[in-house]
Each structure stands twice: as structure tokens, then as C-alpha cells.
């Protein structure tokens, strides 16, 4: 079955970037729409943007563009999520996730960032 | 872009309880509605998709149901393992998503 085995723990400095992998594990990158959602401490989730397979495009919602840089490396079947221009209200955990249709079935198992100076 | 609401915000209820949540949707979504928990620390776990259905897995106390903008997440006997966070989250706009802000579950 899919496993989504994220990068560890960053911490930032304000202005500063982030990039964050996702390594899939049970079946290759191209067969998955890979999507991230982020959650700050004590929040809800918050979808980042994510793989569109109808295109071919990756989209991000409309909060993050300009900021936001999402890529695959099909060789190594790895998903990356690149935040720039951080600031003390991106500090949260960043997962990947995947599924079938709208739904995402497989998670990551998160990936902490804090901004702090 | 469609909001997503979900009350109450938290509850308080008794280990074999029924307890239901509700999240209704800014515009008709039709059944395109997923239902997740979320346990502290950990990542979030789907448990009904597409409104009404049971993720393979999931005990049949969990259910779910509606349709257009208005949806119902029940659990029919509450159990001291299901203290968490749910969340509703919506894909009528495809490749865009769109989670509720999240009901808290305690144990009274």
C-alpha cells in the first residue's frame, strides 16, 4: 500500500525559505495526485495546493501564490512543498496527502515548521 | 470559493452516546463531502467519503449523510477512542479543496 514518509522537523528565521519532502513508498509518484495541507498550532486544516492529474498542472490556492512552490522528483518518487518569505503565521505542521477522487485516503506523517527570529 | 461551516465548534458527551455533527457548504456541493478525524498529534484519518459512505475499516458507528448544502456526521455510540477532531471538507471544485474549521469530541 502507498506510505508518504515526510523530512524532519525546520525551524526558520523570518523571510527565510522552507522546502519540505515527501518520499512515496508502495507506488510511484506518477500513479498519485500529491497534495499539501498545513496546520498551525491549535487550528484547522488548510489546503495548500496540489497536483491537478486533469491537466497536468499544479495548483495552489490562492492564499499561498506568489510564496509557493510545489514539485515532484519522479526518479525518486519524492514530493516537495517549498514555502518562501516565511513569517511566525506559517509556523505549523505541513503534510502530504493523497487519494482517489476527492479524497485524501494517505497522509504523511507531518512535518513541523516554526518561524521564529 | 466555497466556505464550509461546521457546528457545534466542540461537544461534551457520554461513552455510548449518539453524537452528531453537522456542516453545511456556502453554495450545492452535491455529495462531494468527506468526512475526516483527527487525533492529537497525529495526521488526519478519512472516514467517510462522498457524504454517506464508510471508508473501509472504519466501525459502523460512524455514518454520514446528505446531499446539496447541507450534511450530518454521526456517531451512534460514542467510545473513548473517538475523542478528536472531525472535519468536513468538500471537493465540488475540483482540484481545489476546502476543509470546515473542526468539531472537538470530549468525554463528558
Known amino acids: 500500500q502507498v506510505q508518504l514518509v515526510q523530512s524532519g522537523a525546520e525551524v526558520k528565521k523570518p523571510g527565510a525559505s522552507v522546502k519540505v519532502s515527501c518520499k512515496v513508498s508502495?507506488?510511484?509518484?506518477?500513479?498519485?495526485?500529491m497534495h499539501w495541507v498545513r496546520q498551525a498550532p491549535g487550528k484547522g486544516l488548510e489546503w495548500m495546493g496540489g497536483?491537478?492529474?486533469?491537466?497536468?498542472?499544479?495548483i495552489y490556492a490562492q492564499k499561498f501564490q506568489g510564496r509557493v512552490t510545489m514539485t515532484e522528483d519522479t526518479s525518486t518518487d519524492t514530493a516537495y512543498m517549498e514555502l518562501s518569505s516565511l513569517r511566525s503565521e506559517d509556523t505549523a505542521v505541513y503534510y502530504c496527502a493523497t487519494g482517489a477522487g476527492g479524497a485524501f485516503d494517505i497522509w504523511g506523517q507531518g512535518t513541523m515548521v516554526t518561524v521564529s527570529s | 470559493d466555497i466556505q464550509m461551516t461546521q457546528s457545534p465548534s466542540s461537544l461534551s458527551a457520554s461513552v455510548g452516546d449518539r453524537v452528531t455533527i453537522t456542516c453545511q457548504a456556502s453554495?450545492?456541493?452535491?455529495?462531494?463531502l468527506n468526512w475526516y478525524q483527527q487525533k492529537p498529534g497525529k495526521a488526519p484519518k478519512l472516514l467517510i467519503y462522498?457524504?454517506?459512505n464508510l471508508e473501509t475499516g472504519v466501525p459502523s458507528r460512524f455514518s454520514g449523510s446528505g446531499s446539496g448544502t447541507d450534511f450530518t456526521f454521526t456517531i451512534s455510540s460514542l467510545q473513548p477512542e473517538d475523542i478528536a477532531t472531525y472535519y468536513c471538507?468538500?471537493?465540488?471544485?475540483?482540484?481545489?479543496?476546502?476543509f470546515g474549521p473542526g468539531t472537538k469530541v470530549d468525554i463528558k
Open positions: 453554495q450545492d456541493i452535491s455529495n462531494y
Open positions: 497536483f491537478d492529474p486533469e491537466d497536468g498542472e499544479t
Open positions: 471538507q468538500q471537493y465540488d471544485n475540483l482540484p481545489r479543496f476546502t
Open positions: 508502495g507506488y510511484t509518484l506518477t500513479e498519485l495526485s
Open positions: 462522498d457524504a454517506s
